[in-house]
C-alpha cells in the first residue's frame, strides 16, 4: 500500500526566504507526481506534475523535483510571499491511476 | 470556464439522516472522483468514474455511501444514515481521462463540507 509523507507538518518563514517543503513516498511504482495548494476552506489547486519519467518542473517561483528510485521529491518555493500562505499537499498517482496524498505541509510567510 | 462545481458548501444534518451532495465537473471530463477530506488529513479516494461506470470503488463504504453519474457528466454522492463520524469535506474532482500518457492533472471543486450532530 503506497504511503506519502511530508515534513515538516508546518512552516512559517518570513517573507522573501527560500524554502523547501518534503515529500516522501513508498512505492516508487508510480505515473506522476503532483503538488497542490489548499487555501483554507478551499479545494486544492494542481501546482505542478511531474511524470515519472522526468526529473523536475518549474513554474514561475515554484521548482519540483523527483528522484522516484529513492520516492522522495522536494517543492522549492523561491522569494516566499504572504499569498504563498497555504497547505501544500503532495499526492502520487500510481498504476490504478489513484493518487495517494501525504498530510501536507501548512506553509506561513509572515510580512 | 467555470470549474468543478458542488453543491452544498456547507451542510449540517443530525445523524441518522440522509444527505446528498450534487458535483457538476469540467465540459469534457471524463474521469470524475469523489474524495473524502478529514481535518489536518490529505484527500481519500472514495469513488472514480469513467464516463458514468464506477470504476474504483473499492474505499466507499457500500453499507451507508452510495454514488451515481447519470449521463456520463452530473454526479451524486449520497450518505443514509449519516454517523458521527462522517463529518468532512467531500471532494469532487474531474480530470480529462486517467491513463492519459501520466499527465492527469485534476481539477478540485470547493467541497462541501458535513457536520453530523
Known amino acids: 500500500k503506497q504511503e506519502v509523507t511530508q515534513i515538516p507538518a508546518a512552516l512559517s518563514v518570513p517573507e522573501g526566504e527560500n524554502l523547501v517543503l518534503n515529500c516522501s513516498f513508498t512505492d516508487s511504482a508510480i505515473y506522476n507526481l503532483q503538488w497542490f495548494r489548499q487555501d483554507p476552506g478551499k479545494g486544492l489547486t494542481s501546482l505542478l506534475l511531474?511524470?515519472?519519467?522526468?526529473r523536475e518542473q518549474t513554474s514561475g517561483r515554484l521548482n519540483a523535483s523527483l528522484d522516484k528510485s529513492s520516492g522522495r521529491s522536494t517543492l522549492y518555493i523561491a522569494a516566499s510571499q504572504p499569498g504563498d500562505s497555504a497547505t501544500y499537499l503532495c499526492?502520487?498517482?500510481?498504476?490504478?491511476?489513484?493518487?495517494?496524498f501525504g498530510k501536507g505541509t501548512l506553509l506561513t510567510v509572515n510580512p | 470556464e467555470a470549474g468543478v462545481v458542488q453543491s452544498p458548501r456547507y451542510k449540517i444534518i443530525e445523524k441518522k439522516q440522509p444527505v446528498v451532495f450534487w458535483c457538476n465537473p469540467i465540459s469534457g471530463h471524463n474521469t470524475l472522483y469523489w474524495y473524502l477530506q478529514n481535518l489536518g488529513q490529505g484527500p481519500e479516494l472514495l469513488i472514480r468514474?469513467?464516463?458514468?461506470?464506477?470504476?474504483?470503488d473499492s474505499q466507499l463504504p457500500k453499507d451507508r455511501f452510495s454514488a451515481e453519474r447519470l449521463k456520463g457528466v452530473d454526479s451524486t454522492l449520497k450518505i443514509q444514515p449519516a454517523e458521527l463520524g462522517d463529518s468532512a469535506v467531500y471532494l469532487c474532482?474531474?480530470?480529462?481521462?486517467?491513463?492519459?500518457?501520466?499527465?492527469?492533472?485534476?481539477?478540485f471543486g470547493a467541497g462541501s463540507r458535513l457536520t453530523v450532530l
Open positions: 474532482a474531474s480530470s480529462l481521462s486517467a491513463g492519459s500518457s501520466g499527465a492527469n492533472v485534476l481539477t
Open positions: 511531474i511524470q515519472s519519467s522526468q
Open positions: 468514474y469513467e464516463n458514468e461506470e464506477a470504476v474504483d
Open positions: 499526492a502520487v498517482e500510481g498504476s490504478n491511476y489513484k493518487l495517494t
